[in-house]
């Protein structure tokens, strides 16, 4: 299985950054899919930015413009840049991988999930 390690939350003030850290035990190069979700308290897990071992990269509108998601190969390490926070950014952010490992014909996706770093965005 592939293990997740988040790490860069902390509390920051509303219109401040943060940059996200997540560090994968296996070649990312060998993950079909990574992305960032995140969880604000009384609402449902969403999804923020994902990125592909092609560099396609998808964002909740919510983030656009102000979030980027990046990655270094070498380092096995995918990161979230996050800019001019807001208070509603606020959350637990999980990182997220998705492999492909075909069976039997059939397409079977496996989810790993790290741990969750807490965000919060003071006014």
């Known amino acids: 299985q592939v293990q997740l390690v988040e790490s860069g939350g902390g509390l920051v003030q509303a219109g401040g950054s943060l940059t996200l850290s997540c560090a994968a035990s296996?070649?990312?190069?060998?993950?079909?899919?990574m992305g960032w979700y995140r969880q604000a308290p009384g609402k449902q897990r969403e999804l923020v930015a994902q990125?592909?071992?092609?560099?396609?990269?998808t964002y909740a509108d919510a983030v656009k413009g102000r979030f980027t998601i990046s990655r270094d190969n070498a380092k096995n390490t995918v990161f979230l840049q996050m800019n001019s926070l807001k208070v509603e950014d606020t959350g637990i952010y999980y990182c997220?991988?998705?492999?492909?490992?075909?069976?039997?014909?059939?397409?079977?996706?496996?989810?790993?999930w790290g741990q969750g770093t807490q965000v919060t965005v003071s006014s």
């Open positions: 997220k991988a998705t492999i492909n490992k075909p069976s039997a014909g059939f397409q079977v996706l496996y989810n790993y």
């Open positions: 296996a070649s990312i190069s060998s993950i079909n899919l």
């Open positions: 990125i592909t071992t092609g560099a396609s990269t």
